[in-house]
């Protein structure tokens, strides 16, 4: 089913470069201070092409994605950037700290076949907008290379992945690189018959887009922008490929966080919200002075098997865990299949964001409510308390995770989870491995 290819990638060269001080997270988790932090640390970190600085209008001349381009090929011409010898899939090792813990994350990089979604061979959990296709395509046609990989996990229950690299992952890294306390191993896997036994081993197998909707779309787009200015001469052309990071569904090292809901200026007073739920829900008073740790502890275990979630206003907070058999499952939207019907998040979004607060995620998510913005996300926990400890938000709603294999269902069901459902974490790192697509 997955095509999966070697391919001759763009790297830094240790001669030249701390490959540690030149690496960047994926544009759009790079916060503008981190931007500039980023410019500043050396001339040559591949932000400059990731998420450049100049005017997003490809009208301007210059802008951001022809100061990309001319990077990339400065540093080309001046050997800081080396394109490899012969093709190659990258093992990549992944060290991070979560929870007061080191982590290992392993993934593979490779050139991946651009499917459309309706073949079913790589297979969506997210809907899109419009503004970052935008901005990645721009960036595509200037540079016609991949920077930041697409992110996908794929299931190897046969072990045949697994089995296919297993003497190249005992080998030493090529590559060791320090950012921002996280550490990458990179190893590069150039020998033709361990090549072919990857190809081989994905061939059989699905994959699920993990992180990289957007860029997904806009890498198809590319492909089909080329094909007809190329007039699709060749099938295996680079940009009919895209760079990914296949990581296995079980690995543990694999992270989903959840995306915690936090309301403001909604006209509803916290009262009315708990009154509106007391008939679809068990709603139980916890002690503020618990803290997080304590809140997250009791949604654990208040919820059990049915959906549950956290109510986090100014010195009151509540566990709310909406009856498992109850008549709010009756008024959850048509037309969706029962993998997603069983999440979490469409629970909450429903009869807590839309029936208690009177918001449409969905809507909200999109700028369709034309109002300001009452529900924002974040990703911790703690965050999110605090903005309604400091005024600025009226109540934060605390959701658990959505597990990998409830992502796997929901796309294999054909179907698309709710604005905001998974956080991945860590992102993979832009600037290790690029994928020129000519």
């Given at each position: 089913m997955t095509d999966v290819r070697a391919f001759r990638g763009l790297r830094y060269s240790v001669d030249h470069v701390e490959v540690g001080l030149v690496t960047c997270p994926p544009y759009d988790v790079i916060a503008p201070e981190a931007q500039a932090a980023y410019h500043a640390r050396d001339p040559r970190n591949v932000v400059r092409v990731e998420l450049g600085t100049g005017s997003t209008d490809p009208r301007d001349t210059p802008n951001r994605y022809t100061d990309a381009a001319a990077a990339l090929a400065k540093w080309e011409a001046e050997g800081v950037l080396v394109r490899e010898e012969s093709p190659a899939v990258y093992l990549h090792e992944h060290e991070f700290e979560f929870g007061g813990a080191r982590r290992i994350r392993r993934g593979i990089l490779v050139a991946g076949r651009l499917h459309d979604w309706t073949e079913a061979v790589v297979r969506p959990h997210e809907h899109t907008r419009a503004g970052p296709k935008a901005d990645r395509l721009a960036l595509l046609q200037a540079t016609a290379t991949n920077t930041s990989p697409l992110w996908l996990v794929y299931h190897d229950d046969d072990g045949a992945v697994a089995a296919s690299l297993a003497d190249a992952w005992t080998r030493k890294p090529d590559v060791v690189a320090d950012a921002d306390g996280e550490v990458h191993r990179l190893t590069v896997v150039t020998d033709v018959k361990t090549l072919g036994a990857v190809r081989a081993a994905f061939a059989t197998r699905p994959t699920y887009i993990a992180d990289g909707h957007h860029r997904y779309e806009t890498s198809a787009r590319y492909r089909d922008d080329r094909r007809v200015r190329d007039r699709h001469g060749d099938?295996?052309?680079?940009?009919?490929?895209?760079?990914?990071?296949?990581?296995?569904?079980?690995?543990?090292?694999?992270?989903?966080?959840?995306?915690?809901?936090?309301?403001?200026?909604?006209?509803?007073?916290?009262?009315?919200?708990?009154?509106?739920?007391?008939?679809?829900?068990?709603?139980?008073?916890?002690?503020?002075?618990?803290?997080?740790?304590?809140?997250?502890?009791?949604?654990?275990?208040?919820?059990?098997?049915?959906?549950?979630?956290?109510?986090?206003?100014?010195?009151?907070?509540?566990?709310?865990?909406?009856?498992?058999?109850?008549?709010?499952?009756?008024?959850?939207?048509?037309?969706?299949?029962?993998?997603?019907?069983?999440?979490?998040?469409?629970?909450?979004?429903?009869?807590?964001?839309?029936?208690?607060?009177?918001?449409?995620?969905?809507?909200?998510?999109?700028?369709?409510?034309?109002?300001?913005?009452?529900?924002?996300?974040?990703?911790?926990?703690?965050?999110?308390?605090?903005?309604?400890?400091?005024?600025?938000?009226?109540?934060?709603?605390?959701?658990?995770?959505?597990?990998?294999?409830?992502?796997?269902?929901?796309?294999?069901?054909?179907?698309?989870?709710?604005?905001?459902?998974?956080?991945?974490?860590?992102?993979?790192?832009?600037?290790?491995?690029?994928?020129?697509?000519?």
């Open positions: 099938p295996n052309a680079p940009y009919e490929y895209a760079l990914w990071l296949l990581v296995d569904a079980s690995d543990p090292g694999l992270i989903v966080r959840p995306y915690h809901r936090v309301i403001n200026s909604t006209g509803i007073t916290l009262d009315e919200a708990i009154g509106a739920l007391h008939a679809d829900a068990d709603i139980r008073s916890l002690d503020p002075a618990d803290g997080v740790t304590g809140a997250l502890s009791a949604l654990d275990e208040g919820g059990g098997s049915g959906p549950a979630c956290i109510l986090w206003a100014k010195g009151k907070v509540w566990l709310v865990a909406p009856h498992p058999g109850g008549a709010w499952k009756s008024r959850l939207p048509a037309g969706h299949s029962e993998a997603w019907l069983s999440l979490d998040v469409v629970a909450i979004d429903s009869l807590v964001i839309r029936e208690a607060f009177g918001i449409v995620a969905s809507a909200e998510e999109s700028g369709a409510s034309r109002e300001v913005t009452r529900l924002r996300y974040s990703p911790d926990a703690s965050e999110a308390i605090r903005q309604v400890e400091a005024g600025e938000a009226d109540v934060a709603i605390l959701v658990r995770p959505v597990r990998v294999a409830e992502i796997c269902a929901v796309a294999d069901a054909g179907d698309r989870m709710p604005p905001k459902s998974t956080y991945f974490h860590p992102k993979p790192v832009t600037g290790l491995v690029l994928n020129p697509l000519d």
